[in-house]
């Protein structure tokens, strides 16, 4: 599988995590213990949503790794720029 690591449309989402929703879940609401029918039911129902927000949050995941990657090629390449400068200013210098 190959990445492409330049910009994508994911890079326009909000960083702040406006997108992603807590929720509280009560199992048994007014202490009714429900039948083991119910129980799977939301269990099910349960999976299936954590399902679904797993297989939205992959996108995310993917355009966070990109953006680490494409931060981590421009700290080299300012290293790589620092470094050729030290240079040329030593060699300026020595003369």
């Given at each position: 599988?190959?990445?492409?690591?330049e910009d994508?449309?994911?890079?326009?989402?909000?960083?702040?995590?406006?997108?992603?929703?807590?929720?509280?879940?009560?199992?048994?609401?007014?202490?009714?213990?429900?039948?083991?029918?119910?129980?799977?039911?939301?269990?099910?129902?349960?999976?299936?949503?954590?399902?679904?927000?797993?297989?939205?949050?992959?996108?995310?995941?993917?355009?966070?790794?990109?953006?680490?990657?494409?931060?981590?090629?421009?700290?080299?390449?300012?290293?790589?720029?620092?470094?050729?400068?030290?240079?040329?200013?030593?060699?300026?210098?020595?003369?």
């Amino acid at each position: 599988m190959e990445l492409d690591y330049e910009d994508s449309e994911f890079d326009e989402e909000s960083e702040k995590g406006d997108d992603i929703k807590e929720t509280h879940s009560e199992l048994y609401p007014l202490g009714i213990i429900p039948d083991e029918h119910t129980l799977q039911g939301r269990n099910t129902n349960y999976i299936c949503s954590l399902e679904e927000e797993v297989a939205n949050l992959k996108p995310r995941l993917f355009t966070t790794e990109a953006r680490a990657v494409r931060a981590e090629q421009k700290e080299d390449e300012i290293t790589r720029e620092m470094s050729e400068l030290v240079e040329l200013r030593v060699r300026h210098f020595s003369i």
